[in-house]
């Protein structure tokens, strides 16, 4: 069972009209990992900041590439409450105020 936080709640609502093939992006305080499971299971995209102290291992491979922008962009499965969700965590250089 998940957290029914009234955020969690709210996201749940927002998004229960999501059609497949559509993005949703997130806060980075948001870690609700069931309503994201299940919004992948629907077909929907969804993005979002992982906290800094998400527990996770890297699976597969590392698809990192050569590029000015993409840092990494590696497959992995988070650990703990939902050990083995396999996700993908790609991290970029982002300019903010010309730096």
């Known amino acids: ?3 029914k936080t009234p955020t969690r ?5 927002v998004c229960a009209n999501i059609a497949p093939g559509e993005i949703v992006v997130f806060d980075k305080a948001y870690v609700d990992f069931e309503h994201l499971t299940d919004l992948a299971k629907r077909g929907v995209w969804w ?3 992982a906290k800094d102290n998400m527990a996770f291992r890297e699976v597969v491979n590392n698809h990192t ?3 000015e922008i993409i ?3 590696l497959f992995i499965a988070l650990m ?5 969700m396999p996700m993908r965590r ?6 903010v105020d010309g730096r």
Do not use: Y
Not at 80 to 84: A, I, Q
Not at 90 to 95: G, P, T
């Open 47 to 49: 993005v979002t900041r």
């Open 65 to 67: 590439k050569s590029h």
């Open 90 to 95: 790609v991290e970029v250089r982002v300019e």
């Open 71 to 73: 840092i990494k962009d």
């Open 1 to 3: 069972m998940h957290n």
């Open 9 to 13: 709640e709210r996201a749940r609502e």
């Open 80 to 84: 703990d409450k939902l050990e083995g």
